[in-house]
């Protein structure tokens, strides 16, 4: 991975369309949900704004893994040829480990690759480049409009409808402009100034729910131990330090490895540390971690934290996990608050939520009836992974589970299926199914 690669260069997207310009659809956020909404949108014929705050090439702290409810989307989207042409590490296994120390490794066979939540693992600035320059491509290809460089300031309103948006272009001392449109699409992540909007100004209830937002925090490594080659198993390790959370060791290929850290928000206050000295304490004194980072090195300006939008149902919320909708504006990705809980992959479910909202827009349908047809989809799902949250909390049952796993083929295909094959959590909570499982 040495030297410039094209996913370092710029993209360029074209002229700023003029001032009170009108749209199909604004998208507001070029990640994964934003672009996998403008481009099937755009494919659909429909003439599309899609604004995004940064220049390319931008970082996204992620913890880079790319599973496999992605591929469908990403190769619809004419993303997955391309990618498998550049660098990339793919997923064969799952290691986890307990707090005890105890650890079992569990094979993904390549037969199930499709079908599981494993697949790529490469950073996010490698595939967020991949994804953004496809999908421009299809939106400029059908007379709309790609902005980089754009903070959308606030929403042009009439009552609860959202019609446009004032965007500043060029900085703090930019122009603001104007632009207008019948849909509106809010996928600028957790702090997105279209969710902000709707749950806040509209709707005025709360935005940021600690108990359901993750803290993470990301560095990448060289070097370290057990960690090379392009194939091979992500890590997932269950310590004690980190409540409600895990230390993870993803391998992105090359010798570079994506190492992190996340717990809950409300557990990480209640602590008063900072995840930084949490995962720096991991590595330097944890038995399973120390001598693995010896003669590791950290790649200089790469750690950075951000925060992730849980999908864990809300009791007090009637629309789940929260209001993702209002006239003439749907939310996607992580605006939506559609993290898994459990195993904290946001891409898939962006995808997902992106195409969802894409035929909403060209059906000229919306509203509660796109929340309710995201929840019945995908809410079973995140249900089953805020329940499998909370069982991570009690580290004796993690012990005895990765203990009874690492001698038992049936455990260790259970565990594949907790965090691949979503269909197969509902077991989880069946008690019999762990009766026997366990017991015979």
Not at 215 to 225: L, P, S, T
Not at 415 to 440: D, G, P, R, Y
Request: with cysteine; charged share 25%.
């Amino acid at each position: 991975m040495a030297g410039v690669c094209f996913w370092e260069e710029v993209i360029e997207t074209g002229p700023v369309p003029k001032e009170m310009s009108s749209f199909d659809a604004i998208i507001v956020g070029g990640g994964p949900g934003g672009c996998a909404t403008a481009g099937y949108l755009a494919k659909a014929g429909k003439k599309v704004l899609l604004i995004e705050k940064g220049i390319w090439p931008r970082d996204k702290v992620c913890g880079d893994a790319i599973g496999g409810k992605s591929l469908n989307h990403v190769r619809d989207l004419g993303v997955k040829v391309v990618l498998e042409t550049t660098p990339y590490f793919k997923v064969t296994g799952i290691t986890f480990s307990s707090p005890s120390g105890k650890s079992v490794t569990v094979p993904l066979p390549e037969e199930e690759m499709g079908k599981m939540e494993a697949g790529y693992a490469l950073p996010r600035q490698q595939f967020d480049w991949l994804m953004f320059k496809s999908c421009s491509e299809h939106v400029l290809a059908s007379d709309g409009f790609v902005i980089q460089g754009a903070e959308v300031r606030e929403t042009i309103r009439k009552g609860d409808s959202i019609v446009g948006v004032k965007v500043r272009i060029g900085g703090r001392d930019g122009t603001l402009l104007d632009f207008f449109s019948k849909w509106t699409i809010g996928a600028g992540g957790y702090n997105c100034p279209i969710a902000r909007s709707v749950i806040k100004d509209i709707h005025g209830q709360e935005l940021f729910d600690k108990k359901h937002y993750c803290g993470g925090y990301r560095e990448y490594w060289q070097g370290v131990k057990g960690c090379g080659g392009d194939a091979g198993n992500i890590e997932i390790h269950f310590v004690d330090s980190v409540k409600s959370g895990y230390f993870w060791l993803f391998p992105l290929g090359g010798g570079m490895v994506n190492v992190g850290i996340g717990m809950i928000l409300d557990i990480l206050d209640k602590q008063k540390t900072k995840l930084k000295k949490l995962q720096k304490n991991v590595i330097q004194n944890h038995p399973l971690f120390k001598d693995r980072f010896v003669d590791a090195v950290m790649v200089e300006g790469s750690g950075k934290g951000w925060q992730l939008p849980f999908g864990s149902p809300r009791k007090k919320e009637k629309l789940q996990p929260r209001r993702m909708f209002s006239d003439g504006v749907l939310l996607v990705g992580d605006a939506a608050s559609l993290v898994d809980p459990f195993s904290g992959e946001g891409v898939g479910n962006a995808l997902v939520s992106g195409h969802i909202a894409a035929r909403h827009v060209v059906e000229n349908i919306g509203g509660i009836v796109y929340q309710n047809e995201i929840w019945d989809l995908l809410g079973p799902e995140l249900t089953n992974s805020f329940k499998m949250q909370k069982m991570s909390k009690k580290g004796w049952l993690l012990n005895w589970f990765v203990g009874k796993a690492s001698k038992k083929p049936q455990l260790q295909k259970m565990m594949t299926e907790m965090i691949a094959s979503k269909e197969a959590q509902e077991n989880l909570h069946s008690k019999w199914f762990l009766i026997k499982t366990f017991l015979f």
